[in-house]
């Protein structure tokens, strides 16, 4: 990551989190004056006149010096004798080039700009983007600007240019929580803005107002008295025309002080007097509520969290219910109508999706064979959604005759919902990470152009992955993106999980196993009751024990030119075993897990016996990197049959990224593996130590 820099407040500079030492406050100083001429050059000999008022002999040296020993700490990777990026020299003098974001002041002028007042016929969208923007801006100020350089003349006029703007973001925000409704929320703050500044007009206005919204007449009046004495005291005027207007609306009780519907309130409004039509016209009994029942439960899984784990506990229930009516056409619909796509290949709850698969059946035996194919689709490709990361034959079975059955109607959202089937049955052996690219290729043109959002996510999110197993990062990374865009556009918070572990998934890739660690942290946090159980048991551990297992490979390959941790020791010596805690939930992982375990105190006949007792890997998302893990324990243990039978499995998915089709974590590419095991199981004994 790169360096950012903060001069709202103390000035201060960071990477990757760290505050960077800056030395002396002269250090300080030239920093901040290179922040406020905005990437200009600034010739040495104004530096100087800027920092003494009676410039010491030598000061054009010491300036020198103390841009040296910035750059050293802003740029401690830069090679001897090259150029520097950051803080570099352009003719007479110096010049800061940072990012347009890597300055704290420059990004929230930005997002006040961009959160700038809309229009009173701006659509209420508008003011609703507009409020966390400023929330955001304002959230960047940690004191006073140039905290440390008040009295300063080079920092004096961007002080006060940047004082006006926070003081003119504050009432920004409080004029957008009245225009959505929000006047509660706008009071505490403008208190304490009037409390330092007082002679701010239009903030006594927008105080007065949201009072007078909240039914307290009596202190918005208050606050327009207190308003003329201290005009009056503080500055001998009296107040201006906006605010008398004001007293004369309220002592009217003007209509046009009324606050604005805001959508919030609109929509609860609408929901409820809704719901309570539904409810008298539509008979308690009636098939009818069965099925908008189903359909809430849909809707309400894809806002995650509680949401997800609730519509899980109450689709079983609508199963049952639809059942007891002896319909089978009916239960179809019901079992059918939960179309929530789908991208992880392990179920939340085993139990659960064994008796829907069982219902499923049941319905499909009892619908008549010369009819209802949509919906003997739909079951179909619930069969083959709720069998998934199984090995028995009917999930595939299921997840053809649901997409051809799909294609044969031409309905585009059966066949987005057939698809997600096949998705989940593509994992019958390693290496197929192009198919499933082609499906995820087909989701998206398919959503895209019937305005099917939620799998129009779907579509990029196996392109994600797909791509990431190809090492194909730009494509992913553009998938990220647009799932990132759809998720904020149409409130999906799931999608974005998997995109935050994606990115994690691309520090551990590109070699950054600190960052990576952190990053898969703070990816771990945001499972915390996303309600995605299966996903979440294991993932942390797992994730590390891979990042672990890969940096320890290019840690020890005298070809990667890659050092080890802390530079110690030579390229090519064993760093030694893999260190992890099994005493953390390794969820189903934990089978892979203990052999690592075991290695790492010396067990080595142990760690040789859980080796030969392993399953099989679950036919998943993260079937490569299970066989990998196998395949590095038989390399320390010298297991040849094990070694043999990862390499059978592990050959259909050469030139892929061990684990990277998950879109979570990776152990390097496969090829690399098959090398390893194929030195090994050349050699004359064993082990062999992975390169």
């Known amino acids: ?23 002396g406050p002269r250090h300080r100083a030239v920093l901040a004056r290179l922040v406020v001429a905005r990437r200009r050059v600034v010739p040495v000999t104004h530096l100087v006149d800027d920092l003494w008022t009676d410039p010491p002999p030598g000061a054009v040296g010491a300036v020198q010096t103390f841009v040296a020993a910035l750059r050293r700490v802003l740029e401690p990777d830069r090679p001897p004798r090259t150029p520097a990026r950051l803080l570099v020299t352009d003719g007479p003098g110096y010049a800061l080039r940072p990012e347009p974001d890597a300055v704290d002041a ?29 929330e955001e801006a304002l959230a960047l100020w940690r004191g006073p600007a140039y905290a440390e350089f008040e009295e300063e003349d080079w920092a004096r006029g961007e002080r006060s240019r940047l004082a006006e703007l926070r003081l003119q973001a504050v009432e920004q925000r409080a004029r957008t929580q009245l225009a ?7 009071v505490p703050d403008l208190d304490v803005h009037l409390a330092a500044h007082p002679w701010r007009e239009d903030a006594w206005r927008l105080l007065a107002l949201a009072l007078y919204r909240q039914d307290r007449q009596g202190d918005a009046l208050g606050v327009l008295r207190r308003a003329r004495a201290v005009l009056a005291d503080q500055l001998g005027v009296d107040p201006g025309p906006r605010l008398r207007r004001l007293e004369a609306d309220i002592l009217a009780q003007e209509p046009g002080l009324d606050p604005p519907a805001g959508p919030t309130a609109t929509a609860a409004r609408l929901w409820t007097r809704t719901a309570a039509v539904y409810d008298r016209t539509v008979a308690a009994g009636a098939r009818a509520r069965l099925e908008t029942t189903v359909s809430l439960i849909r809707n309400l899984a894809v806002t995650g969290g509680g949401g997800l784990a609730a519509a899980g506990q109450h689709r079983m229930e609508a199963i049952a219910a639809a059942e ?33 698969v069982e219902a499923a059946e049941r319905a499909l035996t009892a619908l008549p064979g010369d009819a209802h194919e949509a919906s003997r689709c739909r079951l179909l490709a ?6 998934r990361g199984s090995r028995a034959p009917r999930g ?18 059966l066949l987005a919902f057939a698809l997600n089937g096949a998705f989940m049955q593509s994992f019958t052996r390693a290496g197929l990470a192009p198919r ?68 994690a998934l691309r520090l551990a890739a590109s070699g950054q196993p600190a960052g990576a660690e952190s990053a898969y942290r703070d990816a771990a946090a945001r499972l915390d009751g996303a309600g995605m159980p299966g996903l979440e048991r294991g993932l942390l551990p797992l994730a590390l024990l891979c990042l672990r297992v890969q940096h320890r490979r290019t840690w020890s390959d005298p070809d990667s030119g890659e050092t080890g941790p802390g530079d110690t020791g030579p390229r090519g010596s064993d760093p030694g075993p893999v260190e992890l805690d099994l005493g953390a939930d390794w969820g189903p992982y934990r089978p892979w897990a203990a052999p690592f375990a075991l290695l790492a105190s010396g067990r080595r006949a142990e760690a040789r016996a859980a080796l030969r007792a392993l399953p099989e890997p679950p036919h998943d998302l993260m079937y490569e990197a299970c066989c990998c893990l196998e395949a590095v324990v038989a390399l ?56």
């Open 1 to 23: 990551m790169g360096v950012t820099f903060g001069v709202l407040g103390p000035t201060v500079a960071e990477s990757d989190g760290r505050t960077l030492a800056l030395k």
């Open 106 to 134: 420059w990004r929230f002028e930005t997002a006040v700009g961009a959160a700038a007042r809309p229009p009173a016929t701006e659509a209420l969208s508008r003011l609703e983007e507009a409020l966390p923007r400023l």
């Open 382 to 387: 619930t069969i083959a959604l709720e069998t």
């Open 436 to 503: 499933r690219d082609e499906i995820g290729a087909e989701l998206v043109e398919l959503a895209a152009r019937h305005d099917l959002v939620t799998y129009e996510v779907l579509g990029h999110l196996i392109r994600l992955q797909a791509r990431g197993a190809l090492a194909d990062f730009a494509a992913a990374d553009r998938h990220a993106a647009a799932v990132d865009l759809l998720a904020e556009r149409h409130e999906l918070p799931l999608a974005s999980v998997f995109t935050q572990w994606y990115r």
């Open 636 to 691: 320390e243990v010298g297991d040849r049959d094990v070694l043999e039978r990862a390499r059978t499995r592990l050959l259909p998915a050469a030139g892929e990224l061990a684990g990277a089709g998950s879109g979570l974590i990776t152990l390097g590419p496969v090829n690399d593996h098959l090398a390893d095991i194929t030195g090994a199981l050349r050699a004359p004994t064993s082990p062999v130590p992975p390169r």
């Open 180 to 186: 959505l409704g929000l006047a509660a929320e706008a």
């Open 324 to 356: 007891e009516f002896g319909d089978p056409d009916l239960t179809a619909r019901v079992i059918g109508a939960y179309d929530v796509p789908a991208i992880w290949t392990r179920s939340d709850d085993p139990e659960l999706a064994r008796r829907i």
């Open 396 to 413: 595939p079975q299921a997840a053809r005759e649901a997409e051809e059955i799909a294609r044969r109607l031409d309905d585009p959202a």
